[in-house]
């Protein structure tokens, strides 16, 4: 566990400010994640149309996503993500302070629209600040901040409304106290993005598109420019094509685990307000044990790549967390489901880091920035179509059909990852 934080203060600048970032966005998606959706179930909406609100954040990344890319590219990325640090919390506000069916859509579809920027360039920024041998180490603690500190967010999200309840005297399952909940989970985004102000960009990485390969790892310098007959002669090196066939191998399950994800993950919380009758303080309580819990095994995640490879540990994962997806959808006793719960949630956490640092390792670093655009792509529908299914089982079939669909998708993805790279022996 030693060696992880070893070379984290020779890092430099941006990376820890991309990480203060990544905490606050951690806190808005676990605080968002536990009261939106309880926020439209206080207003009588049912899971199917609930189901459709989860997946319109997704459905607005996935439009947006390809130019938040470009426009990253033109502009730079420090003020695209200034942007995304001012303007997500603003829609996300709208969420919190409407009330009828169409705006909420509008609202959620443009808080996705907006925040696509931070998943566009988040990996690539780190992949490209940290060596090899750092870079799983610093993926981990990305995935530490936004999924296990980060979700000291569900505590608040189920407190806030719990002491809001009390001042007015009111049930916190009401409308009013969860509607500050989501305002929070806005404010959240607002504070912690406002040092990206601070963010250093080189000049020259945005207006040539010549990645600047880090030359210090003191934390007080940025990388060198390139000397102009350094360009010149990178500009005469003939372009790489893009692998079009390893794009597919990679994104095709990468699909399929995002659905999966997406049927369970995004209802969670409302599977047990529903099967359960918990209230906004319970559930807080329950999600931010997993989070924290899972965060910190996240960190373990370098340990286990010293000895499995990447392929074993993703797919080894997928393959256990089906059976407990399972699981969690037909218990009938609360301490069974948060069990479930708690086991899937440790072994996605722990391939959060492993899976990207396997996904970006495989391609240079020419189309490192596009290929996590096209992830963002593949997340986008997979929680876009995996939710809106989810919702509709839960409302027509019955809540834990959404369970075993999303099992399903994970061990196709395992299967197609083994099929595509099982046979390939290179890390």
Not at 248 to 259: A, E, H
Request: proline share 7%.
């Amino acid at each position: 566990m030693h060696k992880i934080f070893v070379s984290i203060p020779r890092l430099p600048i941006n990376v820890y400010l991309l990480l203060f970032f990544t905490l606050g966005k951690g806190f808005q998606l676990t605080i968002s994640t536990l009261t939106v959706n309880y926020y439209a179930h206080s207003l009588g909406y049912h899971p199917d149309f609930i189901g459709l609100l989860s997946a319109m954040p997704a459905l607005g990344s996935l439009v947006s996503a390809v130019p938040s890319g470009v426009l990253a590219d033109r502009l730079g990325r420090k003020p695209v993500l200034v942007a995304t640090a001012i303007l997500t919390p603003l829609f996300l506000a709208g969420i919190g302070l409407v009330t009828s069916a169409p705006l909420l859509l509008i609202s959620a579809f443009m808080q996705g629209v907006v925040s696509s920027a931070y998943w566009v360039t988040n990996i690539p920024l780190l992949t490209e600040s940290t060596t090899e041998r750092q870079r799983v180490g610093v993926l981990a603690l990305n995935s530490f901040l936004l999924l296990g500190v980060g979700s000291l967010g569900s505590l608040l999200g189920g407190a806030i409304p719990e002491l809001v309840a009390g001042i007015l005297h009111v049930s916190a399952a009401s409308t009013v106290p969860l509607r500050w909940g989501v305002l929070t989970a806005a404010l959240f985004t607002l504070v912690f993005g406002l040092p990206l102000w601070l963010l250093r960009e080189p000049k020259l990485a945005v207006h040539t598109g010549i990645p600047v390969p880090p030359t210090s790892t003191s934390p007080l310098t940025q990388p060198r420019p390139l000397r102009a007959k350094q360009v010149i002669s990178d500009q005469l090196i003939p372009k790489e094509k893009l692998p079009i066939l390893l794009f597919v191998q990679l994104l095709v399950p990468d699909l399929l685990f995002t659905m999966g994800e997406g049927a369970v993950v995004a209802l969670i919380q409302l599977y047990f307000v529903l099967r359960f009758h918990l209230l906004p303080g319970s559930l807080g309580i329950i999600f931010t044990i997993s989070g924290v819990l899972g965060g910190l095994f996240s960190l373990t995640a370098p340990l286990f790549v010293h000895r499995w490879s990447k392929l074993r540990i993703i797919t080894t994962v997928q393959y256990l967390s089906a059976p407990l997806m399972v699981l969690i959808g037909l218990a009938s006793a609360l301490p069974l489901a948060i069990a479930g719960e708690y086991a899937r949630s440790f072994m996605r956490t722990l391939i959060e880091p492993v899976y990207a640092a396997f996904a970006m390792e495989r391609v240079s670093d020419r189309y490192r920035a596009t290929l996590s655009g096209f992830y963002s792509v593949t997340w986008s529908i997979g929680f876009s179509i995996g939710p809106t299914i989810a919702g509709w089982l839960q409302t027509n079939v019955n809540l834990s059909t959404s369970f075993f669909f999303g099992a399903f998708c994970l061990a196709l993805c395992a299967s197609l990852l083994l099929l595509f790279f099982g046979g390939k022996r290179k890390e």
